[in-house]
C-alpha cells in the first residue's frame, strides 16, 4: 500500500472519486444528469464520464434516457444485502451504549421490540455502588416504562390500538394514551417508578431504514441520585445516540420519526 511523507497509508483518488459519485445519489435525489453530478464532485467531464462508464460496467451505476441520466444500479442493492444480511444491531448498539453509560454516568441498555415486548439485548451498567439494573434478557410489555413508552408511540396506530386494547385490569387507557402522545411530541420517554421501585429511566426510540421503530435506548438509575437537572443533560446525549444508532440501520430522517407497522 502507499503511504505519505508521514508514513500514513495514502487512499487511491480513483476510488475517492468513485465513492464521491456514489454518494451523491439520495432518496430525494435518485437519478441525476452528468452536469448535475459534475457540480457535486467537481471533476472534469472526461474524468466523470470515466468514472461513470467504470461503475457502470461493475453494476454499480446505471444510465437511462436521452439525454442520460444516470442512477444507482443492481450492483449496490446486492452489496447493501450482504451488509444487511451479517449486519448485528446489538453490535453495532454496543459501542453506541458503552459511551452513553460513561457520558451520563448511570446504567444504559438497549432494548429490542419482539411483539407486543420490550427485550433487553444489551446493559451497560453504571459504575456507582448505588445503580439499577435490568439485566440482558429482561422482557417487559411495551405499555410500561421509558423504554416501552418510547417504542409503543411509534408504531402504527393498527399495533398501537391492539395493545391499548388489551391492558390489563388497573392500566389507564386514557392515561397511555396520553402519556404516548407526549412522546411522540418530544422524542422521547421518562418514567419513575413504573418498572423498578425508586428508579427513574430515560428512553428514546431507533428506526430501521424503513423507518420502522426497532426499539429504544435507555438510560436509568436511582430516583434518590438522579433530578431535572441530570434528566435534562441525559436526555439529549440519550436523544444523539438513538439517531446515532438509527443512522447505522440506515435509517435517515430524523425531524420528524414516523409512525409505522413494523412492531416486529
Known sequence: MARGASGKIKSVRAVDRAIEI??????????????????KVRLSRPTLYRLLHTLTAKGLVRADG????????????????????????????????AHLRDQTGETAALCLLRGNL?????????????????GVGYSGPIYCGASGKAILAFMSEEATASVLGHLPEGISRKRLREDLAKVREEGFAVS???VIVGGVGIAAPFFDRDSGVVGSILVHGPQARLGNDWIM????????????????????????????????
Do not use: Y
Open 22 to 39: 456514489l454518494q451523491c445519489f439520495s432518496t430525494d435525489k435518485p437519478s441525476m444528469s452528468v452536469v448535475e453530478l459534475q457540480k
Open 66 to 97: 436521452e439525454p442520460q441520466r444516470f442512477a444507482l444500479d443492481h450492483g449496490v442493492a446486492q452489496l447493501a444485502h450482504v451488509w444487511f444480511a451479517t449486519f448485528d444491531t446489538t453490535d453495532a448498539a454496543r459501542p453506541i451504549v
Open 118 to 134: 420490550r427485550i433487553c439485548a444489551l446493559e451497560m451498567t453504571s459504575p456507582h455502588a448505588l445503580s439499577s439494573a435490568q
Open 192 to 194: 419513575q417508578g413504573e
Open 233 to 264: 443533560r441525559s436526555t439529549k446525549l440519550l436523544v444523539a445516540a438513538a439517531s446515532q444508532l438509527s443512522r447505522a440501520l440506515g435509517h435517515t430522517k430524523f425531524s420528524q420519526a414516523k409512525r409505522t407497522s413494523a412492531n416486529g
